[in-house]
């Protein structure tokens, strides 16, 4: 008895739909947009048109709102946030040039994060086997404001790095910008404040900002340092433990969702 040309159709069109819309798709389509954004800020480096070819006749609040979009789309393309902070402080000042970064820089991690969420996490999941993937996983999903605060107010971990490992993680939505606002603040202003007063070196303003920067930068470092040992493998209760944890949540992962 022939299938009706029908319902031969309707097959075809719904393993179509499941392949195209299947995690390593959806991956593979995270990796394409991300390899364009770095392609397109290789090629027309959209950094520069911030501080060198900013629009004259855009000005006032329209201006900060318009700078922070552009922000947020660069941080997207692997554009570099110092740079970024630098000319929001050089465009606008001290003031209205952090209001810009931050909302640029929340915008940036929100779209990243989504990205991530949506089209990375199916795929990239199963794959955390190794014991550091799996302990920084379960650092994000159990303590996920408190590791994200930490990460966004010691720099080390690139922009970027840090909000697609999140977004791999269970960490929420609101934790995850809530501490990227916050823990933002402080390195940006440093930035900010710098680019504001780039034509005097020499001011105090300047170099207190610049020595922040430093010391944040070193004390970064030293943060990255002593978690790299409290990852190594666990021994005792707390491996015990931690094997518990991944069988539950390997479980968890194979479990059918209703």
């Known amino acids: 008895m022939s299938v009706p040309v029908a319902a031969r159709s309707a097959s075809l069109t ?6 195209l819309l299947s ?6 389509l995270l990796v394409v947009l991300l390899a364009a954004g770095a392609t397109c800020v290789l090629l027309f480096e959209p950094q520069r048109l911030l501080a060198d070819g900013w629009p004259p006749q855009v000005g006032g609040a329209a201006a900060v709102v318009l700078f922070a979009v552009a922000y947020g789309v660069c941080t997207v393309a692997f554009v ?14 001290s003031q209205l040039g952090l209001l810009g970064a931050i909302g640029g820089t929340v915008l940036g991690a929100g779209i990243s994060f989504g990205l991530g969420r949506m089209l990375g996490q199916d795929a990239l999941r199963p794959l955390l086997r190794g ?14 404001f408190r590791s994200m ?5 010691f720099p080390g ?8 490992c999140a977004s791999i993680s269970r960490m929420s939505w609101a934790s995850f910008l809530l501490a990227t606002a916050l823990g933002s603040i402080p390195n940006t202003a440093a930035y900010v404040v710098a680019g504001a007063r780039a034509s005097t070196p020499t001011s105090p303003a300047f170099l207190l900002a610049m020595g922040f920067i430093a010391i944040t930068a070193v004390a ?3 943060v990255a340092w002593f978690k790299r040992h409290s990852l190594r493998a666990p021994t005792g209760a707390r ?9 539950a949540e390997d479980l968890a992962e194979h479990l059918p969702r209703r």
Not at 239 to 247: E, L, M, T, V, Y
Request: proline content about 6%; charged content about 20%; hydrophobic content about 45%.
């Open 157 to 164: 971990v690139p922009f970027w790095a840090a909000n697609y």
């Open 239 to 247: 491996s015990g433990a931690s094997d518990h944890d991944g069988r």
């Open 80 to 93: 570099p946030r110092p740079l970024l902070n630098l000319a929001a402080g050089a465009l606008f000042g």
């Open 14 to 19: 719904t393993r179509c739909t499941r392949a």
């Open 149 to 153: 605060l930490a990460a966004r107010l």
């Open 23 to 28: 995690p390593w798709s959806r991956l593979s």
């Open 131 to 144: 014991r550091w993937l799996k302990a920084a996983d379960g650092q994000l999903s159990r303590h996920g």
């Open 220 to 222: 970064g470092a030293l």
